[in-house]
């Protein structure tokens, strides 16, 4: 079954660290996996998308990195802002589809 | 930056009514698309729309659900008769292109909010 796992369901940071959020998925064939940030009561917004071929992308404090051999990926944000607080959701596209399979979200809040 | 939006931000409505859900996409993205978000759930797809028909649609999507661009900017989900289980955030979404292996980023609204009492 096509399913998207993230780790950790939720995470406190102290204002100004990085942290590192996971993503396994077991979708097959795969196009792309995508980042989205969604703030409370707000929509998702796209951060990062990596089809099979890329091993890294940026988006300012955010970095995507994608192992599509083990399935996996990661988010790493740098020098935290209390405007990160949010969830972060793993998205990924299958092929030959116009759908978006979406992973629970880790829940990350940033302390002062 | 272009905004999807969506209206009303919350609907109420009794079981067994008829509720549609409004959008405007972006003003040239040719693919739109709703997707759920059951309270504590994971967002979840319905459907995806282009060219004036349905291009995809899942299993949550049955005959209860229609959707439709009644002219050249909104997009519109109907529920015919509303359930219980109908109560959820209900997100639009569009993309400039899409298609089987598309990379474009699918831009979201901020949802309607959804109860069925």
């Known amino acids: 079954k096509n399913q998207v796992e993230q780790s950790p369901q939720s995470l406190i940071i102290l204002e100004g660290k990085n942290c590192t959020l996971q993503c396994n998925y077991t979708v097959s064939p795969f196009s792309n996996l995508r980042w989205y940030k969604q703030d409370t009561g707000r929509g998702p917004v796209s951060l990062t998308i990596?089809?099979?071929?890329?091993n890294t992308k940026s988006n300012g404090r955010y970095t995507a990195t994608l192992d599509a051999d083990t399935k996996q990926s990661s988010l790493h944000i740098t020098a935290s802002q209390l405007s990160d607080s949010a969830s972060y959701i793993c998205v990924v596209k299958p092929s030959g589809y116009n759908k978006l399979i979406f992973g629970a979200g880790t829940r990350l809040a940033v302390h002062p | 930056e272009p905004e999807v939006t969506q209206t009303p931000s919350h609907q109420v409505t009794q079981m067994g009514q008829e509720v549609i859900l409004r959008c405007v996409p972006i003003s040239n993205h040719l693919y739109f698309y709703w997707y759920r978000q059951i309270l504590g759930q994971k967002v979840e797809f319905l459907v995806s729309?282009?060219?004036?028909?349905?291009?995809?649609k899942s299993e949550i999507f049955d005959d209860q659900f229609s959707v439709e661009r009644p002219d050249g900017s909104n997009f519109t989900l109907k529920i015919r008769s509303t359930k219980l289980e109908d109560s959820a955030m209900y997100f639009c979404?569009?993309?400039?292109?899409?298609?089987?292996?598309?990379?474009?980023?699918?831009?979201f609204g901020d949802g309607t909010r959804l109860s069925i009492l």
């Open positions: 729309f282009y060219n004036n028909e349905i291009s995809e």
């Open positions: 990596m089809t099979f071929s890329e």
């Open positions: 979404a569009s993309s400039l292109r899409g298609g089987g292996d598309s990379n474009q980023p699918q831009h």
